[in-house]
């Protein structure tokens, strides 16, 4: 389940890094980069951070062979796509359940305290969008109004809530991916988010 879930994980970030770089109407190179960056961005940090390097990609071309099908399902279909900020934010919303749960799990492998786990469960999920974000002169989205990041939090704290039940490892990553998943539905559902500080 746990390899399962990187390889859809790595696809929809693929496919949300070319759709919004297919909206900036850049070209078939620009695309297949930012859809590249937008997928391994953040275990790339995460990597480096627990001096795991190479860092996972460089070392399982799996995950390049992986962006490469989500760049080309992604125009293929873009035709398809008839809502185009919908689809990404599907693709974005299923990349950042899944990564969350990528970042714990490498934290706890090597022995990490819950909360820095879920720091980089945060910070693999999110950072890849903060690049793509940037790359395409967007604002990230984890600096909006929007919750984003908080999320990534919550579903960590539920991870490690759950763990304490010994539940099958399946359902515990089966779980923690549904938690934030449908959260961030509702939060942009219901237009929940968190309000700005201002300087009076």
Request: some cysteine; charged content about 15%; hydrophobic content about 55%.
């Amino acid at each position: 389940m746990f390899h399962l879930l990187d390889i859809i994980g790595t696809m929809a970030f693929a496919m949300s890094g070319a759709l919004t770089a297919m909206n900036k109407k850049m070209d078939p190179f620009g695309v297949f980069i930012i859809a590249f960056v937008t997928a391994v961005g953040g275990g790339t940090l995460r990597d480096i951070m627990i001096g795991r390097t190479p860092v996972g990609w460089m070392l399982d071309l799996k995950y390049v062979y992986v962006i490469i099908i989500g760049f080309v399902l992604a125009i293929i279909f873009r035709k398809k796509f008839d809502r185009l900020r919908t689809s990404l934010f599907l693709f974005d919303t299923i990349g950042l359940g899944v990564f969350t749960l990528i970042g714990l799990e490498k934290g706890i492998n090597i022995g990490l305290h819950p909360v820095i786990c879920v720091a980089l469960g945060t910070m693999t999920a999110c950072f890849g969008g903060v690049i793509r974000d940037i790359l395409c002169t967007e604002i990230p989205v984890i600096f909006r109004r929007e919750i984003y990041a908080t999320i990534c939090i919550l579903g960590g704290i539920v991870f490690f809530i759950l763990r304490e039940f010994n539940l099958e490892s399946d359902v515990l990553y089966l779980a923690t991916s549904l938690v934030i998943i449908s959260v961030r539905l509702m939060a942009v559902k219901f237009k929940w988010y968190l309000s700005p500080l201002e300087n009076k």
